[in-house]
């Protein structure tokens, strides 16, 4: 069965530290695709990253960075230089395309908080 | 990607009645989903609303609860039916889309509250 684990409920950094979350999943399924979104305090879930199987190159966007390594089954998220505008919860999101019907399986989040 | 948009953004409604959300998007997509997200929880998906087709529920959903209408490839509607309090949720309504792996984008959600 496919499932995704955020073990962090909740974290809290001050302002300009930086901060990773965690995302490990659990898949039998060699194509896949795995997302993290963003959802501020306002509720829309915002689309970060999508990351598929066969790709474990990282990525960085801005102050944002992503590790996936298959070896462990992790797809890590990275926010340097973190900021207030940051605090949101984020998901973590495994996708398999094969199944055809493109159903995500949601982590239960991490909510972040960053203080001033 | 594309611009979801979901009315009503928010209602607070009485224990008994019925809710209909409605889900426009901007483009023709093919699949598209309803969440609920109950309090400080995760995102749970309720059914795939299926073009021309009922709906196809996940466990623990049914259609009696959550009827769901989908008339063509832009529109769908979710009608939260004989509402209690433990229904108080953000749901929301999402998309995929096909040329882009299948990334799904969400609409702003409708919070509700019963009372």
């Known amino acids: 069965a496919q499932k995704v684990t955020q073990a962090q409920t909740e974290i809290s950094v001050v302002e300009k530290e930086d901060v990773t979350l965690d995302c490990v999943y659990e898949t039998r399924d060699t194509t896949y695709y795995l997302f993290w979104y963003k959802q501020p305090p306002s509720g829309e879930l915002v689309f970060l990253i999508r990351r598929n199987s066969f790709d474990e190159q990282n990525e960085i966007s801005g102050r944002y960075s992503w590790n996936f390594q298959k070896s462990t089954s992790s797809f890590n998220f990275t926010i340097t230089a973190s900021q207030v505008v940051d605090s949101a919860v984020y998901f973590c999101?495994?996708?398999?395309?094969?199944?055809?019907?493109?159903?995500?399986?949601f982590g239960t989040g991490t909510r972040l908080k960053v203080l001033a | 990607s594309a611009v979801i948009s979901q009315k009503p953004s928010r209602d607070i409604c009485q224990r008994g009645t019925s809710l209909t959300i409605q889900c426009q998007v901007d483009?023709?997509?093919?699949?598209m989903f309803w969440y609920r997200q109950q309090p400080g929880q995760s995102l749970t998906l309720i059914a795939t609303a299926n073009q021309g087709s009922e709906a196809t529920y996940e466990s623990g959903f049914v259609i009696d609860k959550f009827p769901i209408s989908r008339p063509n490839l832009t529109f769908s509607t979710l009608t939260v039916s004989n509402m209690s309090p433990e229904d108080s949720s953000i749901y929301l309504c999402?998309?995929?889309?096909?040329?882009?792996?299948?990334?799904?984008?969400f609409g702003p959600g409708t919070r509700l509250t019963v009372t």
């Open positions: 483009s023709q997509v093919t699949m």
């Open positions: 999402s998309v995929a889309v096909q040329g882009l792996f299948y990334e799904q984008y």
């Open positions: 999101a495994l996708s398999d395309p094969t199944s055809g019907t493109y159903k995500y399986i």
